[in-house]
């Protein structure tokens, strides 16, 4: 291993042209850490919307929290993983972990073993996009056969891996996205899609269990009426307003909720059960050289891509 390594880095928020590869000395796990030598990281929106505005960071920072890679060293008091073993996971969220980089350091307890039948470019789209889902499906609203569940931007890059979770415990999935994407979302289980170009969901959907909203904004409102009664609304897009998701759902008497996704191994040891059985796969919209990280955020801030985006280190 090199003494240093090569890291995109912000001095200061903005658009993509902030994004700067830079080299720094490579980082040290700490105890009970381990040091993954990274071969592929994915690209989310919380990624571009932390470069633009920050949210709960101030630069300099670092940005960047799904990684795919070797591990190559193991800090005292690590015993789950060795040296050599390939893993994926989304270490420190939301502090930063500098995830578009050739070298990450995080909790052992925050990655689980790649699954084996991804390479490390598919494994990256995974973490966390699909713990979101999950999480919000799985760990909150508890999804089970016969669930209906609306899953808004059906397409994305929460929204198809979301589809899959759905469908692999045994709910009827509706989704909204542009008819040019319906064929692949019912290829992946979609069992009704909507046109939001052209048809209205909030006329066309009613009595669902579940909605998962991954837009924000005003379809939050529009899609109260979709449930039913004592139906959960999960917020993703603003999981600090919580109180107000809940307030609303209240209103026609049904349930409101948030979530922030978390570091979480058992949930990704769970996900990688999945995609060995068949049951989940990320799609790959594009993947772009760590050089090239203000052109991936590019890319991804135009709302035209399906599945995600992946740098390659």
Do not use: C
């Amino acid at each position: 291993m090199t003494e240093n390594m090569r890291v995109v880095h912000q001095e200061s928020l903005g658009g993509p042209e902030v994004l700067r590869l830079i080299e720094t000395e490579r980082p040290a796990p700490e105890p009970t850490e381990i040091l993954v030598e990274v071969r592929a990281a994915g690209v989310n929106p919380v990624d571009w919307k932390v470069r633009q505005e920050g949210r709960w960071l101030t630069p300099p920072f670092a940005v960047g929290w799904d990684v795919s890679g070797v591990v190559a060293a193991v800090a005292p008091g690590e015993s789950r993983l060795s040296v050599g073993d390939e893993v994926y996971g989304m270490p420190r969220f939301p502090a930063p972990a500098g995830g578009y980089a050739e070298y990450v350091t995080g909790p052992s307890r925050h990655f689980a073993l790649k699954p084996k039948s991804l390479d490390h470019v598919a494994a990256a789209a995974l973490p966390l996009a699909a713990l979101t889902a999950w999480q919000a499906l799985v760990d909150v609203a508890q999804v089970g056969a016969g669930h209906r569940v609306l899953i808004h931007a059906a397409a994305g890059g929460v929204g198809h891996l979301a589809v899959q979770i759905a469908k692999a415990h045994g709910a009827y999935v509706i989704g909204t996205a542009s008819a040019a994407k319906h064929d692949v979302l019912h290829e992946l289980g979609a069992d009704e899609l909507i046109d939001y170009t052209v048809q209205d969901f909030a006329e066309l959907v009613r009595d669902v269990d579940v909605v998962l909203d991954l837009i924000g904004g005003e379809y939050e409102d529009r899609s109260l009426p979709t449930l039913r009664p004592g139906g959960l609304l999960i917020n993703v897009v603003n999981p600090f307003d919580v109180e107000q998701t809940a307030t609303k759902a209240a209103a026609v008497g049904a349930r409101g909720t948030a979530v922030l996704v978390a570091p979480d191994h058992v949930a990704l040891e769970r996900i990688a059960a999945l995609v060995e059985e068949g049951k989940l796969r990320p799609l790959i919209a594009a993947t772009f050289p760590l050089e090239k990280a203000a052109k991936a955020h590019e890319l991804g801030e135009s709302s035209r891509t399906t599945g995600k985006i992946v740098l390659t280190t």
